[in-house]
């Protein structure tokens, strides 16, 4: 029962991301169909294999996260900056885009 609904879980997150960057419903199809190819195929192989390949999969994540916590450093420093510039002036911290010079977002309006 774990297996399953972490199948169905994985799947929904993965989903859900692949529709934030693209709404193409050929993307989503082949995407569809890959993740039955990989499920069908995982269910198919040793325990060794899934562990491989789990392990070769989290360093390749573990690369990406890396490079963007590099990308996205001086984003987290000005953020700083502004939330203790805000506490010397006495006030409550409040995160305002434009503070930091984000000015492209939808969420933070």
Known sequence: MFAFTSIIGN????ESNIRFISKNKTFMTIFRIAAAVMIFIGAQNNITVA?????????IEAIVNIVVILLLSGIAVRTLKDYEAQKAQGIDPVFH????????????K
């Open 11 to 14: 799947y929904f997150y993965a």
């Open 97 to 108: 885009e434009k503070n930091i010079g984000i000015d492209n977002t939808d969420v933070w």
């Open 51 to 59: 562990w491989s390949l789990a392990d070769i999969t989290m360093g």
